[in-house]
């Protein structure tokens, strides 16, 4: 008896969900977040003086933190004490892009201070920076029963994962 009690019998075979499988198993690359963002994440002219792909080198201190929110890390909490202007909430929006673009599975909860803060922290920084990152087709409706929701909203955004990957 298979996995899945009458696969055998199934038109397409159990052959060919095994060869499915494999080959979205080869096909994915993990990357931790460092690297996934380094090599994805772009921040526009407008948004930051050093325009282009983020690179961690200018702000060294910020690594460890972000390491610890792989889903691999054994890491469960992170504390930070911090100054202003020091490249924190950058450092937000990369795990948010982190688990929206090379994640997927995962839920994410970006939450600010006030609700207007949110608002507009989604409006001016993530969907932009999903956006110049060619990320904005993963930013989709979770309800396939009404065609006019985009996924965005005054609330925030929802996105969409595949275990095929993006198309």
Known sequence: MGIIAGLEEHPIGWEF???RVARMIDSVERLDPISYNEQNRYL???LTPRPGYISYDLFPYLKEPLAACDPMSQVREVNFMKGVQIGWTTLLESILFYYIGHIKTQSALFISAEKELAEKRVEQNIIPMLDYSD???LIQS????NSRK???NKY???WRWSL???S
């Open 142 to 145: 979770r309800d396939d029963s």
């Open 17 to 19: 969900l095994q060869e």
């Open 44 to 46: 526009p002219e407008g």
């Open 164 to 166: 095929v990957g993006r």
């Open 150 to 152: 985009t996924g965005k």
């Open 135 to 137: 990320m904005s087709d």
């Open 156 to 158: 925030g955004i929802s």
